[in-house]
């Protein structure tokens, strides 16, 4: 099957929980397993609160969009926002690395969303913005089970 939504919404940390539900709900028409879910979740998760605290830096007046599609059994997922951007994308993907230490960052978003989803792709303009691009073949095992 092929399918495709967008969501946009402000920058506030209350949505992260919306753009997780929105996705899970969205992808569970393949019917995911619950890992695959779980880590989708997640990574929805880390996207959405970099855009929020580090692209917005809490500015609540401005808007992250989120798109997913279905394509078969690969799933794409965009989060983007129109904030600071990043300086040194290689850098910022490194494990352990975060530019706010001081906030009790772990440093680790980037290095789990490339973990747990096949394709991660980064594109960031210093003043611009940030996109992230994401793609993920789920398991076939699941039409066995379900
Ligand atoms: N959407 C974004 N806009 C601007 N900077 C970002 C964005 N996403 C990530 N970054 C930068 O990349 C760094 C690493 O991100 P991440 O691996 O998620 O670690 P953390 O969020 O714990 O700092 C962040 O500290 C930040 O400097
Ligand atoms: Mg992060």
Excluded at 15 to 39: C, G
Excluded at 47 to 76: F, M, W
Excluded at 119 to 140: A, C, F, N, R, Y
Aim: with cysteine; charged share 25%.
């Amino acid at each position: 099957m092929r399918n495709e939504m967008t969501i946009e919404f402000l920058s506030i940390s209350e949505n992260e929980s919306l753009a997780r539900v929105a996705v899970a709900s969205f992808i569970s028409q393949i019917n995911p397993t619950m890992e695959e879910l779980t880590d989708i979740k997640t990574v929805v998760s880390e996207a959405v609160t970099n855009a929020i605290i580090h692209g917005y830096e809490d500015n609540p007046d401005q808007k992250v969009r989120l798109s997913c599609a279905i394509n078969g059994e690969e799933i794409e997922i965009t989060i983007q926002d129109e904030g600071r951007g990043i300086d040194n994308v290689d850098m910022a993907r490194e494990p352990l690395y975060t530019s706010k230490p001081e906030w009790e960052r772990s440093g680790m978003g980037f290095t789990i969303m490339e973990n747990f989803m096949d394709h991660v792709e980064i594109t960031s303009e210093p003043g611009e913005g940030t996109t992230v691009h994401m793609k993920k073949q789920l398991t076939s095992t699941r039409a066995l089970c379900n």
